[in-house]
T-cell receptor
Framework: NAGVMQNPRHLVRRRGQEARLRCSPV?????VYWYRQLPEEGLKFMVYLQKENIIDESGMPKERFSAEFPKEGPSILRIQQVVRGDSAAYFC???????????FGSGTRLTVV | QKEVEQNSGPLSVPEGAIASLNCTYS??????FFWYRQYSGKSPELIMSIYSNGDKEDGRFTAQLNKASQYVSLFIRDSQPSDSATYLC????????????FGKGTRLSVIA
């Protein structure tokens, strides 16, 4: 019974490159949430998706960031033209949408050099 | 404005003592409350959920909810050094399909 799978665990990108983060939810979970965490900071909501739909993207910057959760395959968080300020841990979580708390993946630690 | 407030700590308690962690939230209509534990460099792990006023116990953990005063607490009995972590409070605000809002977390250090 696999949990939320995120990859890669660590990602290093040069300024201006693209970062692509993947998340496969718990089997049977149709709701995916992306959060960003800076050192010594809490989890900041970015985007909430269901299959093929973005439900809430109020926490995601309008420029350079996009997310999708296609009918088949993992959810993808894409950051174009990365800058040093994008360096953070990005966590994906999933649930059934019925409440009961989220299950988190192990995160992707993005470092922009 | 959806806000979840926690004292950032660090909160230091001796081994065997009771650790008390508190969280306040801004919306009186909130219905679901969660405590997560996060070890340094790791992902958050759900340890308690509470939905009704009063206490809920699970092993050494007790969550306490007071909706009238808009706070939720977590008590850890017989604290162990392995409990040293950051504890995140999360609240599900009531307006439609909204994601969990997290506090910044309280760092707990249990001293042997």
């Amino acid at each position: 019974n696999a949990g939320v799978m995120q990859n890669p665990r660590h990602l290093v990108r040069r300024r201006g490159q693209e970062a692509r983060l993947r998340c496969s939810p718990v089997k049977g979970h149709s709701h995916v949430y992306w959060y960003r965490q800076l050192p010594e900071e809490g989890l900041k909501f970015m985007v909430y998706l269901q299959k093929e739909n973005i439900i809430d993207e109020s926490g995601m910057p309008k420029e350079r960031f996009s997310a999708e959760f296609p009918k088949e395959g993992p959810s993808i968080l894409r950051i174009q033209q990365v800058v040093r300020g994008d360096s953070a841990a990005y966590f994906c979580a999933s649930d059934t949408g019925q409440g009961g708390g989220y299950t988190f993946g192990s995160g992707t630690r993005l470092t922009v050099v | 404005q959806k806000e979840v407030e926690q004292n950032s700590g660090p909160l230091s308690v001796p081994e065997g003592a009771i650790a008390s962690l508190n969280c306040t939230y801004s919306d009186r209509g909130s219905q679901s409350f969660f405590w997560y534990r996060q070890y340094s460099g790791k992902s958050p792990e759900l340890i308690m959920s509470i939905y009704s006023n009063g206490d809920k116990e699970d092993g050494r953990f007790t969550a306490q909810l007071n909706k009238a005063s808009q706070y939720v607490s977590l008590f850890i009995r017989d604290s162990q050094p392995s409990d040293s972590a950051t504890y995140l409070c999360a609240v599900n605000f009531p307006s439609g399909n909204t994601p969990l809002v997290f506090g910044k977390g309280t760092r707990l250090s249990v001293i042997a």
